[in-house]
C-alpha cells in the first residue's frame, strides 16, 4: 500500500471514529475529553519516528522554484478576496439598511480600517482610553 494511500485510510478512518463517538456521546465529561486528548498525544509522539523517517523523508529537502513567493501571493490573494467579500457583503447590508450613507457608514468605519498589521495594538490603545 502507498504511503499516501495509509495515510490517507488512517485519516478518514480518525474522521470516522470521531463522528461515531460525537453521535454516541454528545455530551460527555470533560474529563473524557482530557483523557481521549493525553491518549492520542501518546498515540502520536509513540509514532513519531515514524513518521520523521519515513512521511517526511520522502518530502524533497530542497523545494523546487520560488515557493515562497508563490506561496506569500496566494495568501495575499485569498486573503484579499475574503476581506473583498466581506466589504461586499458589509456594503450589501449597509445600502439596504440606509442607502449610500448605511455602505459609507459601515465601510468607512474606523474599526474597519483599522485593521492592519497594528490593529490590536490601535483597538486595545482605543479601548484604554
Given at each position: 500500500m502507498k504511503l499516501r494511500?495509509?495515510?490517507a485510510l488512517?485519516?478518514?478512518i480518525l474522521g470516522l471514529l470521531t463522528v461515531?463517538?460525537?453521535l454516541a456521546f454528545p455530551?460527555?465529561?470533560p474529563v473524557v475529553d482530557f483523557g481521549l486528548a493525553a491518549f492520542a498525544l501518546s498515540l502520536i509522539?509513540?509514532?513519531a519516528n515514524y513518521t520523521k523517517e519515513v512521511v517526511w523523508a520522502?518530502?524533497?529537502t530542497k523545494p523546487?522554484?520560488?515557493r515562497q513567493r508563490r506561496c506569500w501571493s496566494?495568501?495575499?490573494l485569498f486573503t484579499g478576496a475574503g476581506a473583498l467579500l466581506f466589504l461586499a457583503v458589509g456594503a450589501a447590508v449597509g445600502f439596504r439598511k440606509s442607502g449610500w450613507a448605511g455602505v459609507s457608514a459601515r465601510i468607512l468605519n474606523p474599526g474597519i480600517l483599522s485593521s492592519g498589521p497594528n490593529a490590536g495594538s490601535s483597538s486595545a490603545l482605543a479601548a484604554g482610553s
Open positions: 494511500n495509509k495515510i488512517e485519516l478518514g461515531i463517538l460525537l455530551r460527555r465529561a509522539g509513540g509514532t520522502s518530502v524533497p523546487p522554484g520560488d496566494l495568501t495575499l
